[in-house]
T-cell receptor
């Protein structure tokens, strides 16, 4: 079975631009969460979506937004990119919205110049 | 605010050694704790999940324990191998699948 997939693998953007990252969960998983991992640190929680609704939000500015589609895939949008947004963006999925083991994708490496 | 600390930050051992990685968290109100492995530049691989009502979980050469009241977890790796070299992250689930991560332990196992 396919695991969590993310696209693109790598991305280079300029300050001020907008970016969209995509995630497809494991088949049958309805919960998707997004994390940001800056080099040398542990991942930081950004959002959780379940059944197309936002269930949790981390301490990130409004420039970050996300949505989940009827097929449970998700996209993360970041507007007005800053140099500090350079990071590995990870997506995780689980069958249900709580107390479940989470499975992570390979991530999207975003570089902002 | 939940904070997760992992000690040591880095560890270098010869092949075959048994080793213990430590994780501590400040708030015992957690749903579960998960240990992950991360290879350089890659995503996270789930190793073990311990629910808050459980004391330990085992998978192959890995054993993880959880003492929720004292805010501690340990990951025991038996008979380490060079292929075990990676960064190990622990994370606590504080609700709605929000994981709070430590900064990881970077492990190097030498042949």
């Amino acid at each position: 079975d396919a695991g969590v997939t993310q696209s693109p693998t790598h991305l280079i953007k300029t300050r001020g631009q907008h970016v969209t990252l995509r995630c497809s969960p494991i088949s049958g998983h309805k919960s998707v969460s997004w994390y940001q991992q800056v080099l040398g640190q542990g991942p930081q929680f950004i959002f959780q979506y379940y059944e197309k609704e936002e269930r949790g939000r981390g301490n990130f500015p409004d420039r970050f937004s996300a949505r989940q589609f009827p097929n449970y895939s998700s996209e993360l949008n970041v507007n007005a990119l800053l140099l500090g947004d350079s990071a590995l963006y990870l997506c995780a999925s689980s069958p249900l919205p709580d107390r479940e083991e989470q499975y992570f994708g390979p991530g999207t490496r975003l570089t902002v110049t | 605010k939940q904070e997760v600390t992992q000690i040591p930050a880095a560890l270098s051992v010869p092949e075959g050694e048994n080793l213990v990685l430590n994780c501590s968290f400040t708030d015992s109100a957690i749903y579960n704790l998960q240990w992950f492995r991360q290879d350089p530049g890659k995503g996270l691989t789930s190793l073990l999940l311990i629910q808050s009502s459980q004391r330990e979980q085992t998978s192959g050469r890995l054993n993880a324990s959880l003492d929720k009241s004292s805010g501690r977890s340990t990951l025991y790796i038996a008979a380490s191998q060079p292929g075990d070299s990676a960064t190990y992250l622990c994370a606590v689930n504080t609700g709605f699948q929000k994981l709070v991560f430590g900064t990881g332990t970077r492990l190097l196992v030498s042949p």
